[in-house]
């Protein structure tokens, strides 16, 4: 018998990679669960890691902490939790990361593309 659970996460997981596939033309894809060695929840997004959450309760920092673990495993310098909304589609989801991981995405990509746009 399929777990509850498992099946929400699965189901949610796949709309938001159909969306993000969707928005950007990457193909965003549901990541194998690799236990220990997981790197996120969903791969196709250049450089970054990402979870996807589906829970009434939220542990955010606990989220953090382990998307920022799977991320470093991937080898990617960017990470966020993807949280889904009840009641609301895929494109109203929460997205949680630090302050660092925000800076270091304008640092590492919006600045210079500013700087290249305006010389």
Avoid at 30 to 49: E, F, I, K, N, W
Avoid at 56 to 83: E, H, M, N, S
């Amino acid at each position: 018998m399929v777990n509850p659970n498992k099946a929400k996460g699965t189901r949610t997981e796949t709309e938001i990679a159909r969306y993000a596939s969707a928005v950007t033309g990457l193909h965003v894809h549901r990541l194998a669960q690799a236990g220990a060695l997981d790197v996120g929840d969903l791969g196709g997004l250049p450089l970054t890691a990402l979870q996807v959450k589906n829970h009434a309760k939220f542990d955010l920092a606990g989220w953090c902490d382990a998307t920022a673990a799977q991320a470093q495993r991937a080898g990617q310098p960017y990470w966020a939790v993807v949280i889904k909304r009840r009641g609301h589609p895929a494109g109203r989801a929460y997205v949680l990361k630090s302050l660092d991981v925000e800076l270091a995405l304008y640092r590492d990509l919006v600045i210079p593309h500013l700087a290249h746009d305006n010389p």
